[in-house]
Structure formats: structure tokens, C-alpha cells
């Protein structure tokens, strides 16, 4: 069984970095896709960011110069250096992860969650 397992939040003044790890385990092949989504309370998580395993990536809007995605496929791990942070990217953070079997079909992984708090 793949676990996603998530380190690096905590909390940050605005304008301040952080730098979010997602270890993968439990499967001997890279993942397809792996990314990270963010979940503020009452609210549906949002994607911010992911990186396919040929590098392929995509972000959110509201994050596009500030964070960067990158993965090691040889670790199966992704990372997301955040910049510039903002008192709206405060949130719980959980990475994801896709491997697609066929066409529509794919097994779908998320980590516990980390949480990032900007405040002054």
C-alpha cells in the first residue's frame, strides 16, 4: 500500500519561505502524478500545484512565481518551495499522489496533512 508522508509546515511571517516534503513509500515504480492541494476549514481542498513523472507541471493561479514544485523520482518524493508567502496561503496542506492503471482508472493516495500558518 502507498503512504504519502508530509513535513516542513509550521508557522511563517508574511513574505517569509517554507519548503514542504511529501515522501512516497511502499511502491517500486514512480508515481505518475504528484502534487500538493491545500484545505482551509468549511472549505473543499483546492489544488496547488503538481508535477507529472516526465515534468510536466501545472499551478494555481494564486501561487504561479511564488511556489515551485519539483520531484526526485529516484525517491519518489516531491517538494514545494513556497515564497513570498501570504497570510491567504495559510491552510493545511496534503499531498497527492496519482497512478494511473488505464485510461480513467487510477489508484489516488493522499498524505495526513501539514499545516501552514503566515501570520505576523
Known amino acids: 500500500q502507498v503512504q504519502l508522508v508530509e513535513s516542513g509546515g509550521g508557522l511563517v511571517q508574511p513574505g517569509g519561505s517554507l519548503r514542504l516534503s511529501c515522501a512516497a513509500s511502499?511502491?517500486?515504480?514512480?508515481?505518475?502524478?504528484m502534487g500538493w492541494y491545500r484545505q482551509t476549514a468549511g472549505k473543499e481542498r483546492d489544488l496547488v500545484a503538481y508535477m507529472t513523472t516526465g515534468g510536466v507541471t501545472e499551478y494555481a493561479d494564486s501561487v504561479k512565481g511564488r511556489f515551485t514544485i519539483s520531484r526526485d523520482n529516484s525517491k519518489n518524493t516531491v517538494y514545494l518551495q513556497m515564497n513570498s508567502l501570504e497570510p491567504e496561503d495559510t491552510a493545511v496542506y496534503y499531498c497527492n499522489a496519482e497512478e494511473i492503471l488505464y485510461m480513467t482508472i487510477s489508484n489516488k493516495y493522499w498524505g495526513q496533512g501539514t499545516r501552514v500558518t503566515v501570520s505576523s
Open positions: 511502499g511502491t517500486k515504480t514512480s508515481l505518475d502524478i
